[in-house]
């Protein structure tokens, strides 16, 4: 089986493409496995033995000619872009899988895509419509993402688009090079002083808040890392701590010695980005500064031992509460009730604060008990579980307005016998689905259930149009099913008797 | 990024755009027209601000 795999995203998602393509091997020793990536990120691959051949997306190549004054740049982008895209094609892959879930990738899949060629991930149909030909694309789509309810974490999602089931070993270091010469001391703290975006980061001033803090509890010695773009914040930190405590190795090492110096950390602290995923891969514990928009379900760290500290910003992670879990996970401690930390198997962390807790009125405990039932009324809706019961009495008028509404669009639909019918009544259906959006504006809570419903719509393709109403109709009539599971008698009853917010 | 490429880029952009709507209006969906939209959405990750937004489609 000859695969193509594409990962176009930055570095943090191509580690944690590794332990799926990993299995990918582990299961199809005699098969070869293709990865497209970005020049840029293409340092990620380094020590990724299962992969057997690297494709780089030329991104300055193609789009130089269209930056020059020339007229004819864009048909010198296309004759570049064609480089690449008739190479791949004489490939002819087996399957190609696109663990990018972006238009572009979409776009490129659909292009080097040869008659026969499995698919899983976004493509497109020859219509130019986004084509999702998977259930597990499907769900990313529609729940995957800051704000939304998944908690499947990226890896296992990876891994279910390759169709494998990871193992240990499939997180494990590959070979890494000897950094005796950095002159490392015999125990020590990785920080990462970066992030790949801004919003992710930490300051200079909170780092050395936390630092200052972490010195009263437990002196240790620190080493920073970090990438070019962070080397006047490791020269500020290294200016700022006394002399000794701090080795500052920030833009001094390529990838593969950063994750040589995390292999011997006892512990590395820092934002989402590439080193957390690394030291995933090599088996050391992080705690993660998870600050800002971020859904840690999806990105965390999944060493044993680590923990995560969310925060919408860095004002809500006190330098305190840091350093006191730094010395608390070096000391092998218990840890502050609530506290989120990585546990093996699906959902990755455990944490009594995203658990339903004791109802209260307080925003964070609606936030918890709000989280909760959208993560389980996915799993009804997904793997077949039981249903959760309706978390307030708003879901159950919701479900009343989207029956109504539905049953609507479903007569209507009926009465669609041939194109005129549809011009006729396409104002009808279409004010059905703004009154299907208007509800789940209304009723958070219903929004999982409606993307779902909104999902299987978005994959129709281009079909006769008999066969079009019909694939419309049982996505409204498998819809109306969802719904009439909260009005038929259950033992369902209301968890919480408070009004909404 | 510098600004004169930034410029350049959007500059490039409008002529993709404008481009691929002609391709589509005349001849369709075509090879060209996709090869086309691989262009501007290359060139949309290049542009601060320019955000590649989800892949969201019309339903039929």
């Known amino acids: ?501 | 990024m510098t600004t004169e490429i930034e410029a350049y880029l959007l500059q490039a952009l409008k002529k993709l755009e404008k481009a691929s709507e002609e391709i589509r209006r005349t001849k369709g969906y075509t090879a060209e027209a996709e090869e086309l939209q691989i262009l501007i959405e290359l060139a949309k990750e290049q542009v601060p601000h320019e955000k590649p937004c989800h892949s969201t489609r019309e339903t039929r």
């Open chain 1, 1 to 501: 089986m000859k695969s193509l795999v594409i990962q176009l995203a930055r570095l943090g998602d191509i580690y944690q493409s590794w332990p799926a393509l990993r299995a990918l091997k582990r299961r199809q020793p005699a098969g070869e496995i293709h990865l497209l990536t970005r020049p840029r990120f293409a340092g990620a691959c380094e020590g990724l033995t299962a992969v057997d051949r690297v494709h780089l997306l030329p991104t300055q190549q193609i789009l130089q000619p269209l930056v020059s004054s020339s007229i004819s740049g864009i048909e010198e982008s296309l004759e570049k872009l064609r480089e690449l895209t008739s190479a791949l094609r004489s490939e002819n892959f087996d399957q190609i899988v696109n663990l990018s879930f972006s238009p572009l990738s979409s776009y490129l899949v659909h292009q080097i895509e040869t008659n026969g060629t499995k698919i899983k991930g976004y493509t497109r149909f020859s219509d130019g419509y986004l084509r999702i030909p998977d259930d597990m694309s499907a769900y990313f789509y529609a729940q995957v993402g800051p704000g939304r309810p998944n908690r499947f974490h990226l890896c296992e999602i990876f891994a279910t688009l390759l169709g494998v089931d990871l193992s240990p070993p499939d997180w494990q270091a590959p070979q890494l090079p000897a950094i005796d010469h950095l002159g490392l001391p015999g125990e020590f703290v990785a920080v990462h002083v970066g992030a790949s975006e801004s919003h992710k980061r930490v300051t200079y001033s909170k780092w050395i808040n936390i630092l200052s803090h972490l010195r009263k509890l437990r002196p240790v010695k620190i080493a920073l890392i970090g990438g070019s773009d962070e080397v006047a914040i490791g020269e500020q930190m290294a200016a700022a701590v006394p002399a000794g405590e701090l080795t500052n190795l920030v833009g001094r090492l390529d990838l593969l010695q950063t994750m040589a110096v995390l292999q011997r950390a006892s512990l590395l602290v820092g934002p989402d980005s590439a080193p957390l995923h690394m030291a995933s891969l090599v088996g050391v514990p992080s705690l993660n500064l998870s600050v800002g928009e971020l859904n840690f379900w999806e990105t965390g760290p999944r060493s044993p031992g680590s923990v995560v500290l969310p925060a919408a910003s860095e004002e809500d992670l006190p330098s305190d509460t840091v350093a006191d879990m730094v010395a608390r996970l070096l000391q092998h401690q218990r840890l502050p009730f609530a506290t989120i930390q990585a546990c093996p198997g699906t959902p990755s962390y455990t944490g009594l604060s995203r658990q339903v807790g004791a109802l209260g009125t307080s925003a964070t405990q609606v936030g918890a008990v709000t989280d909760e039932f959208a993560w389980q009324l996915l799993k009804a809706i997904y793997q077949g579980d039981p249903f959760p019961p309706p978390p307030d009495k708003w879901f159950l008028e919701g479900i009343c307005q989207l029956i109504d509404v539905n049953s609507f669009v479903i007569e209507t639909l009926q009465a669609v016998h041939e194109p005129k019918d549809l011009q006729t009544r396409a104002g009808l259906l279409d004010r059905g689905e703004e009154i299907i959006e208007t509800v789940a504006k209304l009723v958070p809570s219903l929004i999982p259930a409606i993307r779902w419903y909104k999902t299987e719509k978005v994959r129709l393709g281009p079909l006769p149009f008999i066969e079009l109403r019909d694939r419309n109709l049982a996505i409204q009539k498998m819809f109306q099913d969802f719904l009439e599971v909260y009005v038929q008698p259950t033992d369902f009853q209301p968890s919480v008797t408070k009004e909404a917010p």
